[in-house]
């Protein structure tokens, strides 16, 4: 059943910017924490962070012979760290400068004995305040933060769906706190020329490896309409990708982006929000693979296979 649109949440950027950018400071400095201990996994996969029932987190990170976890609470709204040792420490989120947010978990973390060097400023933004000095974003709206939250809950869910459509090399659906968007990633299993880079206080590296391979890529992120947007594009793109005729009404593709875009408040009005992400997903994956000529019958399947059977197809009875 398709979860009532109620459950799309209103949030305009324009409401909750210096929040927004406040927060993407601290994402920052959490998914660096996650890097500096977890092994490369091809694209970056490894500094992710991931949408969990209250908020976001890094997931278990791998620390010596243990773990631990750096969790946002947009519910209880408190930083949550904990270890599996069973050591915990916490902290309110509420108005406090980036300098302050970074100093506050890096006690944490030393409370627990887990070492954290990371290179002290942000990625993918201009200017790169170093954490340690950054007085000037210092914004926290719990229920700006909690709205957010729950649009990336609803986006998750969606894009999740669509993920289980193909078998071929597919991401996680994650956030990468970079550009601090929700993405999730198909590959056609062809390699892709190098990336020329680019982004801001970032090393054209860290995008050669992004884009090392073909891809088809789709998420949201809290820009590019007034209540955000979901976006897609292909790397590198195929002749003719973007004049591929997309849905739902709403979507188009921007000169200025080169993407895709579905602004959120046409997801949120819209009859069957659901539906309407579910057809943008798709119909701008199919521009990718149609123009890209992929293989598409090896790297597509039916979630729904095994519905009805008792063993897998092709297994011995």
Known sequence: MTPPATNWPSLRVSDWTATRDTLHMWTQIVGKIRMAHAPLINHWWQVTLYVSARGLTTSAVPYRAGAFEIEFDFVGHRLEVRSSDGGTRSFPLRPMPVAEFYTRILHALDELGIEAPITPHPNEVEPAIPFAEDHDHHSYDQEAAALFWRQLLQANRVMGEFRSHFVGKVSPVHFFWGAMDLACTRFSGRSAPPHPGGAPNCGDWVMVEGYSRELSSCGFWPGGGEEGAFYAYAYPEPDGFAEY?????????????????????????????????????????????????WDRASLEDDPFRWDGTSSPRGASK
């Open 245 to 293: 005729p997309v849905g739902p009404e709403g979507a188009y593709f921007s000169s200025e982006f080169k993407q895709f875009l579905l602004p959120y408040e046409a997801v949120r009005t819209a009859p069957d929000p659901d539906r309407a992400v579910s057809e943008f997903l798709h119909s701008t994956y199919e521009a990718a693979a149609v123009r890209g000529h």
